[in-house]
């Protein structure tokens, strides 16, 4: 039976910073959180509505290239700041906003109550390595303790 709450860090384990919602799940999965369920996926856009079914409340951790930050600066946003988003790199991915939405019109009973996206601001997603750079290595702490003032439902 699924958990109330799903926990899901994307990216790609092999990618420099784009492993940062990997390295959060790890951190999560130490600490035998309760009603949670947590997952890791190498995926994006439409892939994503089957995923988040039956959840209640769904925090998505991923890397985010804005050069609008620092990088390592946390960040939570809401449904609303996920509509201008782009994700994934095949045009024909949906972005996570546009995601919500159609699976919302096709599953309006089964979608999330709540999207929460717990987004670091990275500086390399395109080296192959498997460690992230130092800014955003030091980042995940504050990321882990984000996803769980949001499960715990405390304003972030």
């Known amino acids: 039976m699924k958990a109330s709450v799903l926990v899901l ?4 384990p092999v990618v ?4 940062i919602g990997f390295h959060v799940i790890d951190q999560l999965r130490k600490k035998g959180l309760q009603d949670v369920d947590i997952e890791e996926a190498c995926t994006s856009g439409l892939d994503l509505i089957e995923i988040m079914l039956d959840y209640k409340k769904v925090i998505v951790v991923d890397a985010i290239l804005s050069g609008q930050f620092q990088a390592g600066k946390v ?8 509509s201008a988003t782009v ?5 024909h991915e949906a972005n996570v906003g546009t995601t919500l939405e159609l699976g919302r019109s096709l599953e309006p009973e089964r979608m999330p109550k709540e999207v ?3 987004a670091v601001e990275v500086n390399d997603v395109w080296t192959v390595s498997d460690s992230m750079t130092p800014e955003v290595e030091a980042a ?8 769980i ?4 439902g405390k304003e972030v």
């Open 140 to 147: 995940v702490p504050e990321a882990v303790q984000t996803v």
């Open 149 to 152: 003032d949001l499960i715990n």
């Open 116 to 118: 929460w996206f717990v």
């Open 16 to 19: 420099c910073d784009d492993a």
């Open 75 to 82: 960040m939570v946003l809401g449904e609303d700041s996920l």
């Open 9 to 12: 860090g994307i990216g790609s």
């Open 87 to 91: 994700h994934g790199v095949n045009p």
